[in-house]
């Protein structure tokens, strides 16, 4: 018997290898037009770009995308055009699951619920877990919550929307800033997958700390 009911997941960096898809992505569009620059210094302020239109009032994230993408090419002075964006809200749906994603979900729907809780529009997501050819029990999106992480609201719609109290739920995140410390804020338990191994940030503690998939499954069968 699970000590959880659930398992939660952020989707994009935590299933969904998002930093390759988004790389990809810019270094396809700069072939297109023919451009050189650096992938990493483009990347990382699209990324803060991003950031700051989710933490604005509501719009869908396909809209997000084309924001944030026309904003950092104007930036480094690269021209762009609707269909940039249009090509860039195409794109996310086709972005790669990590290689041990499959597996490890398969295994787990065994001894708990899975749900994902993603900063996306829904038809996105549904397109993502495609990919990951696994069914999950429920899925949570900014476009059902009508709100972005790190707002702890849209964990508190996915608290509604699981029936489930809080601490019977482990949330599962790449990322500290958007996930892990809104979902301990409502009361889930949290895991860090780590795959990087990257130095922990000040001030949050998660419950557990992982650096693969199978590391999850191996917490809640134990």
């Known amino acids: 018997m699970s000590k959880f009911a659930w398992v939660t997941f952020d989707c994009y960096g935590t299933l969904i290898d998002w930093d390759a898809g988004i790389r990809g992505f810019l270094s396809e569009l700069l072939n297109r037009k023919c451009i050189s620059a650096d992938i990493g210094s483009l990347h990382q302020r699209w990324e ?6 989710i933490q604005r009032e509501y719009r869908p994230y396909k809209e997000i995308l ?11 002075g690269i021209p762009y055009e609707p269909e940039d964006g249009d090509a860039f809200a195409a ?3 086709t972005w790669k699951p990590f290689p041990d994603v499959s597996k490890a979900l ?5 001894f708990a619920r899975i ?10 997501l549904r397109e993502s877990v495609k990919l990951m050819g696994v069914e999950f029990d429920a899925l949570v999106t900014a476009e059902d919550a009508k709100v972005y992480k790190p707002s702890p609201r849209i964990f508190e719609f996915a608290l509604q929307r699981l029936s489930e109290l809080p601490e019977r739920i482990l949330h599962v995140a790449f990322g500290f800033k958007y996930d892990l410390a809104p979902a301990k804020q409502v009361g889930m338990k949290t895991c860090w997958l780590n795959r990087s191994g990257e130095p922990k940030p000040e001030g949050i503690e998660p419950d557990f700390v992982v650096s693969t998939m199978e590391e999850v499954v191996w917490l809640i069968v134990s």
Do not use: G, V
């Open 48 to 53: 803060a770009i991003q950031f700051e239109l």
């Open 66 to 76: 084309r924001l944030s993408l026309e904003a950092t090419l104007r930036e480094f």
């Open 91 to 93: 794109s996310m749906p």
């Open 106 to 110: 398969s295994e787990l729907k065994r």
């Open 115 to 124: 749900a994902i809780i993603s900063n996306t529009d829904n038809d996105i």
